[in-house]
């Protein structure tokens, strides 16, 4: 069972344009909400996280909004830009670790293509 | 450069053979990882290691075979692999696996294919 959903699995912006990219979770053990940026030929990097009791924060273009009720949270790239055209994951860590168990889950990627 | 490197970067390899994967990271870091990526699927947590022990194991095949002789290097061993093992294997260091905000530091990953 797939612990955190996202979607699209691929968006097109015009260079400008406002990307936005959603993931959903079910579990409200989840604590700690990452994103990671993929470019081509290179590992995951974080880009910026969240913690449930906060509803947005705000790095430069980029913005994560998280609703809590709705077990939903959302990444929105503003004034989208050639050079962000990449694969961007979405993640949740569970709150306590435990030994032996796996405390962080991935979404399924979406690849952004951002057009001049 | 995140501070994690990999080697190779791409390897070819069939069934029946027995090939290891390399991972350095330069950042001081307690824990290490192996992670899966398959196209169209989250990636998969294949092995923890903190300080060198193994922490966790998320029921991957005997196939794979971690180790970590020391806090800065880990490999991943292959023997017998099945076509469907063929993905990007990532590497990946932390400072510490028990504080869950910690940021995990990402190789560029190991191209593997199996025929």
């Known amino acids: 069972q797939q612990q955190v959903k996202q979607s699209p699995q691929s968006l097109i912006v015009q260079k400008g344009g406002i990307s936005i990219i959603n993931c959903a979770y079910e579990?409200?053990?989840?604590?700690?909400f990452p994103w990671y940026q993929q470019f081509p030929g290179k590992g995951p990097a974080l880009l910026i996280a969240i913690r449930p009791d906060v509803s947005e924060k705000k790095e430069g273009r980029f913005t994560i909004s998280f609703n809590k009720s709705a077990k939903q949270f959302s990444l929105h790239i503003m004034d989208s830009q050639p050079g962000d055209s990449a694969t961007y994951f979405c993640a949740a860590i569970l709150k306590t670790y435990q030994t032996g168990a796996n405390n962080l889950f991935f979404g399924t990627g979406t690849r952004l293509t951002v057009i001049p | 450069e995140t501070g994690v490197t990999q080697t190779p970067r791409h390897l070819v390899m069939g069934m029946t053979n027995k090939k290891s994967l390399k991972c350095e990271q330069h950042l001081g870091h307690n824990a290490m990882y192996w992670y899966k990526q398959s196209a169209k699927k989250p990636l998969e947590l294949m092995f923890v290691y903190s300080l060198e022990e193994r922490v966790e194991n998320n029921s991957v095949p005997s196939r794979f075979s971690p180790e970590c002789p020391n806090s800065s290097h880990l490999f991943l061993h292959l023997h017998t692999l099945q076509p469907e093992d063929s993905a990007l294997y990532l590497c990946?260091?932390?400072?510490?696996?028990?504080?869950?905000?910690?940021?995990?530091?990402f190789g560029p990953g190991t191209r593997l294919t199996v025929l």
């Open positions: 579990n409200t053990a989840f604590d700690y």
């Open positions: 990946a260091s932390s400072q510490d696996p028990g504080d869950y905000t910690n940021e995990q530091f």
